[in-house]
């Protein structure tokens, strides 16, 4: 029988966010195809996971402390190379063939590993706001010196970090269960009634939490659903000093997120440009899919598929006063925000899982 080749997929901290979800959709895409191993960072689950593919875990642990969480990061790819050595060492004496997918470019020490082996390394590549500057111009060395091929999630971060090797842009796809979403009239006009406005993201600030508060606020007569990939405990520590209206809710890391979507009159993302921009924008094509138009930032991926009163608005998060404007004029508007429904629709049907599984196997099969 013939030995499979093998895939190694890379990834520091496994959980329920964008990169970890948009790596599972790869694996999805190929573990017919290869034996894939996902090596992940300790004390780490989530979307990688939970596809059922081999794991192997490297050290790694978060901390509050920004210098100690860099001293335990360049411990882990020390770890995680080490750990790559021993499986390429073996690979060649068993003749087996292996790539290596780089989700993200914080896993470094993996793409070592394979270029002293010569295995071919494939970085996934989701983010341009890796601080400190000095670290982020070393991963992308290291990209640039070890990388066969490029896998950008939108024109906008090519542009931006671009590198050596072949550069290819495939777009993320959604899950079947959000792709093949259809609604009746009687469906879209109970979404608009409720007008549920929700936002899905990252517990920090620059993802513009406050600014989903202060809207809340602004707009009372509305309801504000803030989707939170993180714990309850969590959630009481970052709103300990502040009161929140009454017609907002905050859930935590919930398990049927589609249903949030079905439910919602529109959908935000409001991240600060000048402190994170968006390179993608993963949880607008979801909302999109299930007929809900949306808000996102005027620069980044998201330009790439939102269309200003076509599908949604672009509007910059500390712009409170328009966004309020804009969501005011939605709800006493339902021909308007059919419109922008029925194209938020058509828009992420172009997000197809079938296109994006042949993308990603012909790249690595290159």
Same mark, same amino acid.
């Given at each position: ?5 093998? &895939? ?29 191993? #996902? ?17 192997? @875990? ?7 402390? =920004? ?12 770890? *995680? ?31 070592? %590993? ?19 500057? %000095? ?12 990388? =066969? ?14 590198? =050596? ?11 079947? @269960? ?9 469906? &879209?006009? @109970?979404?608009?009634?409720? =007008? ?13 939490? $406050? ?52 439910? @919602? ?21 979801? #909302? ?19 269309? $200003? ?12 006063? *328009? ?11 339902? $021909?308007?925000?059919?419109? *922008?429904?029925?194209? %938020?629709?058509?828009?992420? $049907? ?14 690595? %099969?290159?």
């Amino acid at each position: 029988m013939k030995v499979r080749d093998k &895939l190694y997929l890379a990834h520091l901290y496994d959980d329920h966010s964008g990169s970890p979800k948009v790596l599972s959709h790869l694996i999805e895409s190929v573990k017919d195809s290869y034996d894939c191993i #996902a090596l992940l960072g300790s004390s780490s689950s989530g979307f990688i996971s939970e596809t059922g593919v081999v794991k192997k @875990s490297f050290f790694y642990s978060r901390s509050s402390n =920004k210098l100690m969480t860099l001293v335990v990061y360049l411990i882990s790819q020390l770890h *995680l190379f080490f750990i790559c050595c021993g499986f390429f060492f073996s690979d060649k004496v068993r003749r087996v063939k292996g790539r290596l997918v780089v989700n993200t470019i914080l896993p470094f020490g993996a793409a070592l %590993a394979a270029k002293i082996f010569g295995v071919t390394v494939v970085y996934y590549c989701h983010e341009v706001s890796i601080k400190p500057k %000095a670290l982020s111009s070393f991963l992308n060395w290291v990209r640039s010196l070890t990388s =066969k091929n490029n896998i950008f999630v939108s024109n906008f971060i090519r542009e931006e970090i671009g590198g =050596k090797g072949v550069n290819n842009v495939v777009y993320n796809a959604l899950d079947f @269960s959000f792709y093949e979403t259809n609604a009746t009239d009687v469906d &879209l006009r @109970s979404k608009w009634r409720g =007008k549920k406005v929700t936002m899905a993201c990252s517990l920090k600030k620059y993802k513009g939490v $406050d600014e989903f508060v202060s809207l809340a606020k602004c707009c009372s007569e509305l309801n504000f659903c803030l989707i939170i990939n993180d714990s309850q405990e969590s959630v009481n520590k970052y709103f300990n000093s502040q009161v929140l209206p009454m017609n907002l809710t905050v859930v935590c890391k919930p398990s049927n997120i589609i249903q949030y979507y079905r439910e @919602s009159f529109i959908t935000l993302n409001l991240s600060i440009p000048e402190q994170w921009t968006e390179t993608f924008g993963l949880t607008l094509i979801e #909302a999109m899919s299930q007929f809900t138009p949306v808000v996102s930032p005027p620069v980044g991926g998201p330009t790439e598929f939102v269309v $200003d009163n076509y599908n949604g608005f672009m509007i910059r998060s500390d712009q409170i006063s *328009l966004i309020s404007e804009k969501l005011n004029e939605l709800s006493h508007n339902y $021909d308007l925000w059919k419109e *922008l429904s029925n194209n %938020a629709k058509k828009t992420s $049907d172009l997000f197809s899982p079938a296109k994006y599984k042949e993308s990603i196997n012909t790249i690595l %099969a290159g």
